[in-house]
């Protein structure tokens, strides 16, 4: 049997997206050799992708829910029982990223006229908002 190195682990696992046991098996299963080693785990179909393996998947699932959560989320400016506008939290956020000047000045004299942000979801992108209103008004 070859002498396995720490090096050789790192290459099989950093080529085959396997864990430490793993790519000392293969390994050892064919004497050291790396691209037996290789040949090994993707007969035995243990060579995981990358991405699967990545954080990538992991973050666009985080993306993806917090865009739901937005989506879920209700922007509601409203004066006593008069509503002037209740739109999804996203639309909101584009719209005053994209009309950033004239919307802070229209938020600023709605709110000096008495009329109150509020927003609605069974989430807690509503509730962490809600709070920290609070908390600013107090």
């Not at 008069?82 to 600023?108: E, W």
């Amino acid at each position: 049997m070859g002498t396995i190195t720490i090096e050789q682990i790192d290459l099989i696992m950093e080529r085959a997206n396997v864990s430490y046991a793993e790519a000392k098996a293969a390994l050892e299963q064919t004497n050291g050799d790396v691209v037996e080693a290789l040949l090994y785990l993707e007969k035995e179909q243990k060579i995981k992708s990358k991405a699967s393996g990545s954080g990538f998947t992991k973050k666009s699932e985080k993306v993806t829910s917090f865009i739901e959560k937005l989506n879920a989320t209700s922007f509601i400016m409203r004066r006593k029982e008069r509503t002037f506008i209740d739109v999804p939290l996203s639309l909101a956020i584009i719209l005053i990223l994209c009309t950033i000047h004239v919307s802070a000045a229209a938020i600023l004299i709605a709110l000096i006229c008495g009329v109150k942000l509020e927003f609605k979801g069974e989430n807690d992108i509503a509730e962490k908002i809600n709070t920290t209103i609070d908390h600013i008004n107090k």
